[in-house]
């Protein structure tokens, strides 16, 4: 169990796979939560619009920024991990890990730049 | 290599290719629900009248029933290829599967019950 965790002299595949795990975990978490959070809706208009007021607030923009990139990573690792699976792209598994982190960050920021500015 | 032999390995090459395939379509409906449900809407979420008149339309309805079924189903499959690298056995498995089959009939169950609920 440990060692599961122990991201020292790793790879970048064991890297890759790591990263896809933990983003995993946290995105089931996640998924269980956001189900949670919709029984609100159970309580009519009146107790979902005032959720709705703090959902707007920046604290709670901040988490959809951090969710925002934990998918994008999670997803991205996810194809490239489907690609690899399949026997396909096996000579670029590292730089493809390299292009779906890099392309995640960009994502995300400008994610973060487009709900702030709501 | 030696992630994916372990992934393989970990879940069964069922188990990782539905795994797979939910994952795709996992990407093109987390898309389309995030972006209709955070940069469509007005002020990035919806009230709950719009909540319910957005599920009202069919084709709105059954994009977000077949988000929910393919997330979980996505979900729990990870939490079992999760479990097994971590060392559970062949019979803890056959137990582990039925537990997850019933989680996740039980969370698309409350998901639709949710639905329902609202656009009635």
């Known amino acids: ?11 970048a595949g064991l890297w890759a796979f790591r990263l896809h795990r933990l983003s995993g975990i946290g995105l ?29 607030s920046p604290l709670f923009l901040a988490l959809d920024v951090i969710l925002l990139g934990g998918v994008l990573i999670h997803g991205l690792n996810g194809l490239r991990l489907t690609l690899l699976g399949f026997g396909r792209g096996l000579r670029w598994q590292k730089p493809l890990f390299w292009v779906g982190l890099t392309l995640s960050v960009v994502l995300m920021s400008w994610g973060a730049v487009a709900m702030f500015r709501r | 290599m030696e992630q994916m032999e372990q992934i393989k390995m970990g879940s ?36 709950y009248a719009d909540v319910a008149a957005y ?57 639709l019950d949710l639905t329902l609920a609202v656009i009635r």
């Open chain 1, 28 to 56: 089931v978490f996640y998924l269980y939560l956001h189900l949670a959070v919709l029984n609100q809706l159970r309580g009519g208009p009146g107790r979902w619009d005032a959720f709705v007021a703090l959902a707007r």
């Open chain 2, 55 to 111: 599920l009202r339309q069919p084709v709105i309805f059954g994009l977000e029933a077949a988000f929910l079924i393919v997330v979980t189903t996505h979900a729990l499959l990870g939490v079992r290829a999760i479990l097994l690298d971590l060392g559970l056995g062949p019979r803890a498995d056959h137990v582990l599967r039925w537990a997850l089959a019933l989680v996740g009939a039980a969370t698309v169950g409350y998901g």
């Open chain 2, 12 to 47: 069964g090459r069922w188990g990782w290719l539905l795994q797979a395939v939910s994952g795709i379509l996992l990407v093109v409906l987390v898309g389309l629900h995030w972006v209709a449900q955070h940069f469509l809407a007005a002020g990035g979420l919806r009230t």
């Open chain 1, 1 to 11: 169990m440990k060692r599961w965790f122990d991201l020292r002299r790793r790879s």
